[in-house]
């Protein structure tokens, strides 16, 4: 539906701040998907920002969760579907464990999604 990144590294990909991205940019679109920057600073606000406009999927590290700085957005995670430790760019596996977090606007009971023997 629509791309950007800070720093584009495909053709297509527009180069926009996360706070650029509005109604306009997402008309179409059902979810907004992304691994966010993991710092607290940048995260918390992209998640209010996205999930006025759409639900909104966030990869990140699970530990966050269990945090006190969680609680003002916590209330708004719909799911919590386990993914483990990543293998990120070059093939490398990061040491944390992480999860896809389903933000919406709207207060909601947390689901949460263990991994399996199959993954």
Not at 24 to 48: A, C
Not at 87 to 100: A, I, L
């Amino acid at each position: 539906m629509w791309a950007s990144d800070i720093e584009p590294q495909l053709e297509g990909v527009l180069q926009n701040d996360y706070s650029e991205l509005g109604e306009n940019e997402v008309y179409e679109s059902q979810y907004i998907i992304t691994n966010p920057p993991w710092d607290r600073q940048l995260l918390h606000p992209m998640i209010e920002h996205f999930t006025k406009l759409r639900p909104t999927w966030l990869l990140f590290d699970a530990d966050w969760a269990h945090t006190r700085q969680s609680a003002p957005y916590i209330k708004n995670c719909a799911k919590i579907v386990s993914v483990g430790r990543i293998k990120w760019f070059g093939n490398m596996t990061g040491k944390d464990n992480c999860v896809w977090y389903l933000f919406e606007n709207r207060t909601t009971e947390t689901k949460f999604y263990g991994r399996t023997n199959d993954r």
